[in-house]
T-cell receptor, first 111, second 109 residues
Framework: GAGVSQSPSNKVTEKGKDVELRCDPISGHTALYWYRQSLGQGLEFLIYFQGNSAPDKSGLPSDRFSAERTGGSVSTLTIQRTQQEDSAVYLC?????????FGPGTRLTVL | GQNIDQPTEMTATEGAIVQINCTYQTSGFNGLFWYQQHAGEAPTFLSYNVLDGLEEKGRFSSFLSRSKGYSYLLLKELQMKDSASYLCAVLDSNYQLIWGAGTKLIIKP
């Protein structure tokens, strides 16, 4: 079956602009996760959804970051007023039980 | 706090065997995962251990000792395509996944 998909695959934006990143999880997966990974670094947890609710928002680095999930499926991560330090690969993962399956990521570059 | 430790980098020779260790201190334990991540790609699931002992899956095996807070990933008959980062992650008592920083494995011919 289809895996996790993310769009766009690459996004180049100017400092101060807003960006929206999209994640389509595996059909039927109830949990959805967003991570950030800078070059050569480990995974940084951002936010987790169980269904449409986000019980854990502790990883969001600032109030410029927000995420929503509608219909228990698609999720959007929004970064407002982007800064150069936001440049990274943003990974989405979904799971039914414990094993997380990752999408290909969105590479965000803020100039 | 919660902590996952694994070596930053390891080097091994094609055809050989390598063991990547992972130690953890977490709030509770509900299983340990190993993922493989090739450069520029997303992590892919390799193994999940929740009980003590060795789980074998082809050339890859994963071992867990809950009393020691320790796991290892064993890769046999190394191939050049095994060059990647290997991530250890633990599911804590809240079923949150705590990630290690990853071990970069370099395979030399």
């Amino acid at each position: 079956g289809a895996g996790v998909s993310q769009s766009p695959s690459n996004k180049v934006t100017e400092k101060g602009k807003d960006v929206e990143l999209r994640c389509d999880p595996i059909s039927g997966h109830t949990a959805l996760y967003w991570y950030r990974q800078s070059l050569g670094q480990g995974l940084e947890f951002l936010i987790y959804f169980q269904g449409n609710s986000a019980p854990d928002k502790s990883g969001l680095p600032s109030d410029r970051f927000s995420a929503e999930r509608t219909g228990g499926s698609v999720s959007t991560l929004t970064i407002q007023r982007t800064q150069q330090e936001d440049s990274a690969v943003y990974l989405c993962a979904s799971s039914l039980r414990n094993t997380q399956y990752f999408g290909p990521g969105t590479r965000l570059t803020v100039l | 706090g919660q902590n996952i430790d694994q070596p930053t980098e390891m080097t091994a020779t094609e055809g050989a065997i390598v063991q990547i260790n992972c130690t953890y201190q977490t709030s509770g334990f509900n299983g340990l995962f190993w993922y493989q991540q090739h450069a520029g790609e997303a992590p892919t699931f390799l193994s999940y251990n929740v009980l003590d002992g060795l789980e074998e899956k082809g050339r890859f095996s994963s071992f867990l000792s809950r009393s020691k807070g320790y796991s290892y990933l064993l890769l046999k008959e190394l191939q050049m395509k095994d060059s990647a980062s290997y991530l250890c992650a633990v599911l804590d008592s809240n079923y949150q996944l705590i990630w290690g920083a990853g071990t970069k494995l370099i395979i030399k011919p």
